[in-house]
């Protein structure tokens, strides 16, 4: 591999690929694209909505972000007074505690899920719904007809294969469909992206030791500026607890066990059980990941292991019951929190989610949380902004929503909408617009948000 002084993969040259003709081996009413917190919530919603749905991942699981990178906090904003849209978001965490795949989250009233048994809470989710599951297919190249996207050609083991649809929801995440399909998009350049992180679990912790030194040192938000992040808060977060680990870190550069440039090596971690384990390692912070760039990828995920390795043992020297602690696992991928996203009909801004915006075209709401780009509100106030519809939409490109984090909006709006919870309202809204357009025979820029907004009701999703 050559690359040149910007990282980028220098080209060699080209070859050119004959033509072949590719098997269409299944047709759907809705095809959602990506299975993360946004693709499971519009495939399911979609399907409830009474269409034929087909959810085509790339892993071997659905859950995206919740089971392919490990991050077990969908809720971890809530506190008492927060209002919140419901609908499948929650109901992830309803279903998950009843099947014995979370625990209450250690900073929040919400639910922290277990990534691995999250897949089996999707798996059932999907089966219930009559969802089509398309597993280990990865998405090569929309098929248009005109500008409008008419289904998607994959690559496996089974090699390429095509798959047609009547309409199509991008939840790659990095807005991939409708890039390739041609729709306007930016790509946040790597040096401004948010971190990527490494997440892992470990195991091997007493629990009574790690919670006695918890409470003999309790940290608060206001403690992740003494790890030389410059953070912005609303101020009523400062005095709050945060299970935030940074001291273990700073120790270990002083004796020279961790690399003095290593200083981001900081986080929070989200339950301790009974057993052991301590999950959700949010230690592992790497600036400069472009997530759309393999090489980048490839970099992020084996610097990301050493550092992990790094902190684990920074976290047996000098965090009371951790001495016999012991890698658990990884995640199965890197976690990006900021890629690619499409310009939409509506994008997203900065006041919008700051001073509670509201659109007759809602398909959801989103409580005051902004986390990212140097900023952390909590909302504990009741404070809420809503989502309109034309945010799904792109532009130039027809036949296609886009649902999740690659939704249009500035840097700061990235903040609130990039979060998991905020994608499955996004995701619910995509695929009961989808079924709608269906059912009324118009396209999406002509479905009636009356009767979106209905459904949406239907299926307990607040959107004003």
């Known amino acids: 591999m050559t690359t040149t002084s910007s990282g980028r993969r220098r080209v060699l040259g080209t070859i050119t690929e004959p033509a072949r003709q590719i098997d269409v081996i299944h047709d759907t009413d809705v095809l959602v694209v990506g299975s993360g917190p946004a693709g499971l919530a519009a495939a399911l919603a979609a399907a409830r909505a009474g269409v034929q749905v087909t959810l085509v991942e790339r892993f071997g699981c659905y859950g995206g972000n919740i089971t392919t ?6 809720a971890w904003y809530r506190h008492e007074q927060t209002i919140e849209a419901n609908g499948i978001g929650r109901e992830y965490e309803t279903r998950a505690h009843a099947m014995g795949a979370a625990v209450p989250e250690s900073q929040s009233q919400s639910y922290e899920l277990d990534a691995e048994g999250f897949k089996v809470v999707a798996d059932v989710l999907v089966a219930e719904a009559g969802v089509e599951g398309m597993l280990h297919r990865s998405f090569v190249a929309p098929i248009l007809d005109g500008d409008d996207v008419v289904g998607i050609i994959t690559e496996s083991k089974a090699g390429r294969e095509a798959i047609r649809a009547r309409r199509v929801i991008d939840c790659t995440g990095d807005a991939d469909v409708a890039h390739r399909a041609g729709a306007p998009t930016h790509l946040t350049p790597r040096e401004q992206t948010m971190a990527a992180s490494v997440m892992f679990h470990l195991a091997g912790v007493d629990k009574r030791r790690f919670m006695d030194g918890v409470a003999a040192d309790p940290q608060t938000y206001k403690d992740w500026a003494s790890g030389g992040w410059d953070i912005e808060t609303a101020g009523k977060e400062d005095d ?17 066990i961790i690399p003095a440039h290593l200083t981001t090596i900081a986080g929070t971690w989200g339950a301790i059980h009974d057993s052991g384990e301590l999950t959700y390692m949010n230690l592992v912070h790497l600036d400069g990941i472009d997530g759309t760039d393999p090489d980048d990828l490839t970099r992020g995920e084996i610097e990301g292991r050493r550092q992990a390795m790094h902190a684990i043992e920074a976290l047996r020297r000098y965090t009371p019951g951790c001495e016999q602690a012991r890698l658990r696992n990884f995640g199965m991928t890197l976690g990006i929190r900021d890629s690619r996203k499409i310009e939409a009909v509506y994008d997203m801004t900065e006041h919008d989610v700051r001073e509670q915006a509201r659109f007759d075209d809602s398909i959801g709401i989103f409580p005051e949380f902004l986390d990212g780009y140097g900023i952390l509100i909590l909302p504990t106030t009741g404070r809420y902004f809503a989502l309109p519809y034309r945010n799904l939409l792109p532009q130039r490109v027809g036949n296609l929503l886009v649902a999740g984090r690659s939704s249009g909006g500035d840097r700061i709006s990235h903040a609130a909408t990039r979060n998991m919870g905020c994608c499955a309202v996004l995701g619910q809204g995509a695929g009961i617009a989808a079924a709608v357009s269906l059912h009324d025979g118009v ?7 009356t009767r979106v907004q209905a459904e949406l009701q239907r299926q307990g999703v607040r959107y004003t």
Request: glycine share 14%; hydrophobic share 50%; charged share 20%.
């Open 69 to 74: 990178v490990g991050v077990e906090g969908l």
């Open 443 to 449: 396209g999406l820029r002509e479905v009636s948000i």
């Open 240 to 256: 709050m607890f945060s299970p935030f680990l940074l001291k273990p870190f700073r120790s270990a550069i002083d004796a020279g």
